[in-house]
C-alpha cells in the first residue's frame, strides 16, 4: 500500500439532500470512525463485515451530532485498495462539516483533490487511463459522454494501450538483443522484414484510434455553437426552443439581447454551449456596441456557427457582407419565420451567401426543430455515427502521446527499412514505449499526476 496517513472528505455536493457522505480512506479510518460512531446494535464497527450497513448515531461526549448509516468496506476491496469507512449523514452542509471536523480532530488529514482516485491508482487498483475516466463520468455532460467515460473506466481501452505498448517493448528486446550479440551475428534482412512488419502494424492500431479522436473528444469536452444573426430575427427564440425552456428575453423591439448569454444543451448526444449574442449591426447605442464586439468575439471562438435569417424578408447588404467573415466556420444557416410567406429559396441563398448548408423552421412554432438537431449532428460527425464495439479516444493527452508514439515508430520503420543502427532503432522503440506508457501511468511522474488529479472534486 502506498500511503500512511488516513484521508476524509465530504464526497457528495454542498446543498440541500436527503443524504450527504462523508468518506474516511487509510489504515486508521476504521478506529476513527468507531470512536464517533454509537450503533444501535451492540456490534463493534471493528468486527462488522466488510459491506454491511450499520445503523447508529454519531456523538460527541452527550450529544448526539447526527443519525447515520456507516458501511466499512476493508482492504483491498475497496475504490482505494485501503479500508473505506463511507458515513451517510443528513443532507444538511452544517451536519456533514460538523462530522468531518470531528473525523478530522481524531486522526484524519482532509483529502486533496481526486487523492482518493489518486490512491486508487497508486495502490494499483486502476491504471491512469481509468482514473481519468473518473473525472469524466463525473463531468459528462450527455448519456453518450458518459457512455464513453464507463467504456474506458471499465478497462478494454487500457488493454489495448497496454498490448500495443507490449509489442513495441518485444520489437524493442529484439533489437536490443541483436545491440548485445553484436560481435556474433548482425539482424539478418529476414529479421529486419519482420521487425517492419510488426512495427507497420502497431502504426495502424494507433492510427485507428486516432481516427476515433475527434469524435471522442466532441463526446468528453463538447463544442461552442454561436447563434449569431441580424437583430430581432430570433435568435433567442432558438435559443428558448433548443433548451425546451425560457432561457432568454424575448422582444419585437431590436436590440432587446446586449450580453452574450450561454447555456449546455444536449442535441443527438454531443455536449453543445449554445451562446445566444447580440445582433450584429451598425449601431451609435454604446452598450449595443459592446453587445456586437462580444457577439464577434463569440464568433470567432465557435465550433459551430448557426446564422439565423429571417426568411420572411429578403438578405440584407449587410447579411451578404457578413458571409465573407464566416467563409472559415462550419456555417448552419437556420431560415427562421418559415411559418410565414418565405421571401428567400435555398438556391438563392446559397449564390448570395455562398454557404451549402440550411434548414428552414420556426423558432416560434417549433417547425423544423427534430431536421435543425439532425443537421447539427451530421455537421459534427461528417464521418458518420461512431460504432458501438470501437474504441474511442476522448482525452487530449492520451491523444498527444499516441500521436508521439506512432511518430517514433514511424522513424523506426524508417530505420528499420534503410538497415539503419541498431542502437537508433532502440532508442525511438523506448521512446515510443514510454509514450504509450504515459496513458496508462506505467510511465509517468509526479508533475503529470498532479496536473491530472487536482482537476477532481475534493470528496474523489
Same mark, same amino acid.
Given at each position: ?130 482514473? &481519468? ?316 499526476? &498532479? ?10
Amino acid at each position: 500500500m502506498y500511503f500512511r496517513d488516513t484521508i476524509a472528505a465530504i464526497s457528495t455536493p454542498c446543498g440541500k439532500s436527503g443524504i450527504g457522505i462523508i468518506k474516511i480512506s487509510g489504515d486508521k479510518s476504521i478506529k476513527i470512525a468507531s470512536s464517533l460512531f454509537k450503533p444501535s446494535s451492540k456490534s463493534n464497527l471493528s468486527k462488522q463485515p466488510a459491506f454491511k450497513v450499520s445503523h447508529g448515531l454519531i456523538v460527541s461526549g452527550a450529544q448526539i451530532i447526527d443519525e447515520v448509516l456507516v458501511t466499512v468496506m476493508r482492504a483491498p476491496k475497496s475504490y482505494t485498495a485501503e479500508d473505506v469507512v463511507e458515513i451517510n449523514c443528513h443532507g444538511s452542509l452544517v451536519s456533514l462539516s460538523r462530522v468531518l471536523e470531528m473525523v478530522l480532530d481524531n486522526g484524519a488529514r482532509l483529502a486533496d483533490p481526486g487523492e482518493f482516485t489518486r490512491r486508487a491508482y497508486l495502490n494499483g487498483r486502476i491504471d491512469l487511463a481509468q482514473a &481519468e475516466a473518473v473525472a469524466d463520468v463525473i463531468n459528462s455532460k450527455t448519456q453518450s459522454s458518459l457512455e464513453a467515460a464507463m467504456d474506458q473506466l471499465k478497462g478494454p481501452y487500457s488493454k489495448e494501450i497496454g498490448r500495443l505498448r507490449a509489442g513495441v517493448l518485444r520489437l524493442l528486446a529484439q533489437v536490443e538483443a541483436a545491440v548485445d550479440f553484436s560481435d556474433e551475428e548482425d539482424i539478418s534482412l529476414q529479421e529486419y522484414t519482420g521487425l517492419r512488419a510488426d512495427t507497420k502494424n502497431i502504426v495502424i492500431i494507433i492510427e485507428q484510434l486516432l481516427s476515433s479522436s475527434r469524435h471522442g473528444k466532441i463526446l468528453r469536452d463538447g463544442l461552442v455553437a454561436a447563434i449569431i444573426g441580424a437583430p430581432n430575427v430570433g435568435k433567442s427564440s432558438l435559443l428558448n426552443l433548443l433548451l425546451r425552456e425560457e432561457r432568454a428575453i424575448v422582444s419585437p423591439i431590436p436590440g432587446t439581447t446586449r450580453d452574450v448569454i450561454e447555456e449546455y444543451v444536449n442535441i443527438r448526444g454531443i455536449p453543445l454551449a449554445l451562446k445566444d449574442t447580440a445582433g450584429i449591426r451598425k449601431t451609435k447605442d454604446q452598450i449595443e456596441i459592446l453587445g456586437v464586439r462580444l457577439s464577434k468575439k463569440s464568433l470567432e471562438q465557435a465550433d459551430l456557427v448557426l446564422w439565423v435569417i429571417d426568411n420572411s424578408k429578403k438578405v440584407t447588404a449587410a447579411e451578404a457582407k457578413l458571409s465573407k467573415e464566416l467563409m472559415e466556420k462550419k456555417v448552419l444557416v437556420v431560415m427562421n419565420k418559415s411559418d410565414l410567406k418565405p421571401k428567400n429559396t435555398t438556391t438563392e441563398l446559397k449564390k448570395k451567401l455562398n454557404i451549402n448548408e440550411f434548414v428552414k423552421m420556426s423558432a416560434l412554432t417549433g417547425f423544423g426543430l427534430n431536421q435543425l438537431e439532425e443537421r447539427i449532428a451530421k455537421m459534427v460527425f461528417a464521418q458518420g455515427p461512431h460504432k458501438d464495439k470501437e474504441l474511442l479516444v476522448t482525452n487530449v493527452r492520451h491523444i498527444r502521446a499516441l500521436e508521439m508514439a506512432k511518430k517514433c515508430l514511424d522513424e523506426a520503420d524508417e530505420l528499420l527499412k534503410n538497415r539503419g543502427q541498431e542502437e537508433l532503432i532502440s532508442l525511438v522503440l523506448r521512446e515510443a514505449a514510454d509514450d504509450l506508457g504515459l496513458i496508462i501511468g506505467q510511465t509517468t511522474n509526479d508533475d503529470i499526476l &498532479e496536473e491530472i488529479f487536482s482537476t477532481f472534486c475534493i470528496g474523489k
